[in-house]
């Protein structure tokens, strides 16, 4: 039982589907609300905007504890 289809796979649902059918396994979405393409879209564009914005985050959290660590090494 899966909530979403796309939690399962973000695409190729149907073939996923169809060999589950073919050894008798049923797949069961509970969350069966149909979206637009255009919402498929735009969540699948939050999704990326988001994993960039925390990779340079992170990266410049890194470069600033570098930073720390190399002026408190300059103190010792």
Do not use: H, P
Not at 42 to 64: E, M, P
């Amino acid at each position: 039982m899966i909530l979403y289809k796309d939690i399962l796979t973000r695409f190729g649902f149907e073939l996923i589907e169809n060999l589950c059918n073919k050894y008798g396994i049923k797949i069961e979405i509970i969350g069966n609300t149909e979206k637009t393409e255009e919402q498929e879209l735009v969540k699948d564009l939050i999704r990326i905007v988001t994993v960039f914005s925390c990779k340079l985050q992170g990266r410049r959290a890194n470069k600033a504890k570098k930073m720390i660590k190399e002026l408190v090494n300059l103190n010792d």
